[in-house]
């Protein structure tokens, strides 16, 4: 071959190979802006919208959720629940709370009903993987656990925070043992770095398959544990020594969160992933005082959490997708009124997923607003504060729309003109009144229907045991909802369990005054955990030596039994039939008083 007919040959080669090399880049890029997203959804808990800097809150340190509000867009007029399980029942089901039996986060109202559907029963129903990590609060029972509802890999705390009542004994946020899948799991650290390192390894092993991964962190929820290098970023800050620990709980998400980014990008999954950053409720400690006392930043807002005033509602929310142009650079911000109810049908809508709703949504798909294609229509949204055996009609309600506020019927606010919610107009615009209260009234009527106790089952598959805490008994009383109470012996009031008998039978009861993994006996004494300056302890647990034994009803059923303070337990047997009942379970006192057990583990013989 000569040399220019050589010359000739190399270069053909050369375009051939470059044409092949482009066609295959072309292809990978269409496989990737084609294939469905990867959704990381993350919750923290009781972080208002001033608990932030890209809020204004120049003393708080959140480089990382700064750099993403940077890059993401930023719903600035977006609201959840005031409180815990309201707001994640809203979230993952696209319903309002009351509709859900989560209006409550305790007294058997923070149970998600279980004809709900949820965002990961639809994710998982189109092919995803989906993984929850961290606070659940909407059931600890089956088929009420994150890995009844679709989750097919869970690992989370019980009750609603660590170291609940439901929770595993003596969990302190350091070293816990937490639940994967419902099996108790001990594992070394801080409780957040578990959860974003559980979390870091779940993305890492997902690659045949789309992910949905709900991150519902139990921080800056109280008690404020945090290491102390945290609490020293603030030490001259002009903050109470709480507020110090709080603003150091979210500096440590900030600081995991950053990584996951970080990780997400050198791996290649950051550009098609819809990556969410939002909270549940106002703030619980980020602002402290009055007037000219006050610390703390809460971005102008009226009330924190559990207010029906924004500051209990409205919460920070960035959402970043940069393979579909949802993106700082295209949409910073839109303040289009938009709710935690919005989620489900809204990812729905961006991700193409099969879905119809099954049951009557409160959201809408919101889609076109993240997509810059116009605004919605003018709607209206409720939200309220029950903590209620039954929910209460225009009790702490809040009607929105766009800026206005019709707080409990009666104050009406502009927030354009006045966001501290100082000035009621109502007398100014009656009309406006009438017709956000009769909204509020037909959205009222449509909820009633809904309104149930969700049942607990005697038995699940799988377990030997079903095991009932107090936490969940229905009473208007204070119960011992944390383990702080159950150390004090605080002896809670009589009430009851809303249960199902699935299959007739002689079923045992073990009614304790501890949690069965301690393994202490009724009369025990356990020693207190000291306080630390970054660090809650515990009280000494007290015994209780005066039980003499137990009655379990069920129904009208009664069941009698003698008991011995030594043992762990007193054990009462009954024949069941099935059905559903109202089920209690109380220790017995030489004085004929009685007060409900703590933990009541049920077996069917």
């Known amino acids: 071959m000569t040399k220019p007919q050589y010359a000739y040959s190399f270069l053909l080669a050369l375009i051939f190979m470059a044409c092949k090399e482009s066609k295959t880049k072309k292809e990978s890029a269409n496989i990737t802006l084609n294939a469905q997203p990867n959704v990381i959804l993350i919750v923290t808990d009781d972080q208002g919208y001033g608990d932030v800097g890209f809020h204004g809150n120049t003393l708080i340190k959140t480089p990382n959720l700064d750099a993403l509000a940077a890059e993401a867009t930023e719903l600035t007029n977006f609201h959840v629940g005031t409180t815990c399980a309201p707001s994640r029942a809203g979230l993952l089901t696209g319903r309002n709370s009351n509709r859900n039996n989560a209006w409550h986060t305790i007294g058997g109202c923070s149970i998600l009903n279980e004809e709900e559907e949820t965002l990961a029963d639809v994710f998982k129903a189109n092919g995803y993987h989906t993984a929850m990590f961290g606070k659940w609060h909407l059931g600890d ?14 690992l989370y705390h019980g009750g609603g925070g660590v170291g609940q009542t439901p929770d595993y004994w003596n969990n302190n946020y350091q070293d816990d043992t937490y639940y994967r899948n419902g099996k108790p799991e001990k594992f070394k650290g801080y ?44 030490k001259d800050a002009n903050l109470t020594d709480w507020q110090k620990r709080f603003y150091g709980m979210i500096t440590n998400l900030d600081e995991n969160l950053g990584k996951l980014i ?49 500051g209990g509602h409205r919460v920070p929310f960035l959402l970043s997708w940069p393979a579909k142009g949802i993106t700082n650079a295209t949409l910073a911000a839109s303040n289009e009124l938009i709710a935690h109810v919005d989620l489900l049908p809204t990812l729905a809508s961006l991700c193409d997923l099969d879905y119809e709703a099954k049951n009557a949504l409160d959201g809408k798909d919101m889609s076109a607003v993240l997509l810059g294609q116009g605004d919605q229509e003018d709607r209206m949204l409720v939200v309220d504060t029950q903590r209620l055996q039954w929910p209460e009609k225009n009790r702490n ?3 929105m729309q766009g800026e206005w506020r019709l707080v409990n019927g009666t104050e009406l606010y502009n927030l354009s003109e006045d966001l501290a919610q ?31 106790y969700a049942e607990i089952p005697l038995t699940a598959p799988n377990q030997d045991s079903v095991l009932l805490t107090v936490h969940d008994l229905h009473t208007e009383q204070p119960i011992p909802w ?21 299959e007739s039978g002689t079923y045992q009861f073990d009614l304790y005054r501890y949690p069965p993994e301690s393994g202490l006996s009724l009369n025990d004494t356990v020693a207190a955990i000291p306080a630390q300056t970054n660090w809650d302890g515990l009280p000494e647990g007290k015994g209780l030596p005066a039980i003499i034994g137990a009655e379990v009803q069920v129904g009208n059923e009664l069941f009698k039994a003698k008991g011995e303070v030594t043992k762990t337990h007193v054990t009462v047997t009954g024949l069941l039939k099935q059905g559903t009942y109202k089920l209690s379970a109380n220790f017995s006192l030489p004085n004929q008083s009685q007060f409900t057990a703590y933990y009541i583990n049920i077996t069917k013989k």
């Open 422 to 452: 100082e000035n009621d107009i109502a007398a100014n615009y009656p009309d406006k009144v009438k017709t956000m209260q009769k909204f509020y009234d037909e959205w009222w009527k449509s909820t009633e229907g809904d309104m149930h």
């Open 262 to 310: 970080k990780q997400l990008k050198t791996n290649g999954q950051w550009d098609n992933t819809i990556f969410i950053f939002t909270t549940d409720n106002g703030t619980a400690a980020g602002i402290s005082g009055k007037n000219e006392n006050r610390t703390g930043h809460n971005g102008g807002l009226r009330g924190t959490k559990g207010s029906q005033y924004d």
């Open 141 to 154: 029972n089956y088929p009420y656990r994150p890995q009844d509802r679709g989750f097919t890999d869970a």
């Open 482 to 502: 944390n383990q702080d109470l159950i150390r004090k012996g605080k002896q809670s009031p009589k009430g009851y369990y809303w249960i199902k008998v699935t």
């Open 397 to 399: 309600s809040c009607v």
């Open 191 to 234: 409780c957040t770095d578990v959860w974003f390192a559980e979390t870091s390894n779940y993305i890492r092993q997902q690659k045949d398959k789309p992910f949905f991964t709900y991150l519902a962190l139990n921080a800056p929820h109280g008690p404020f544990n945090v290491p102390k290098e945290y609490v020293e970023l603030y």
